[in-house]
Nanobody, 124 residues
Framework: QVQLVESGGGLVQAGGSLRLSCAAS????????MAWFRQAPGKEREFVAG????????YYADSVKDRFTISRDNAKNTVYLQMNSLKPEDTAVYYC?????????????????WGQGTQVTVSS
């Protein structure tokens, strides 16, 4: 069982930066692929970025590539999402998710555990 708690969301101007954190409970955190998803009002939940259990492999949605960076610290049971050059279209609730698997998947239905979400709002 893994419990996830996101933090770091907020209001930022276009071009600004935010760093999201996701703190996980449970001693098996290092066994999980971790990912960030987001959901804007009226839209489906979409994959943003994922990271392997070791942290050596990452995968990004095209819309955030070269702007966002996912990382993890297994000693702290925490995964991060550094978001730079933010755009108004990045506005959404951002969710942290965990998947007990070997590969990084972009389908939200594959993930076993979810956080409650944190709001990110980018003003133009």
């Amino acid at each position: 069982q893994v419990q996830l708690v996101e933090s770091g969301g907020g209001l930022v101007q276009a071009g600004g930066s935010l760093r999201l954190s996701c703190a996980a409970s449970g001693r098996t955190f290092r066994s999980y692929v971790m990912a960030w998803f987001r959901q804007a009002p009226g839209k489906e939940r979409e994959f943003v970025a994922g990271i392997s259990w070791s942290g050596t492999k990452t995968y990004y949605a095209d819309s955030v590539k070269d702007r966002f960076t996912i990382s993890r610290d297994n000693a702290k049971n925490t995964v991060y999402l550094q978001m730079n050059s933010l755009k108004p279209e990045d506005t959404a609730v951002y969710y942290c998710a965990a998947d007990y698997a070997l590969g990084i998947k972009s389908d939200y239905e594959e993930y076993d555990y979810w956080g409650q979400g944190t709001q990110v709002t980018v003003s133009s």
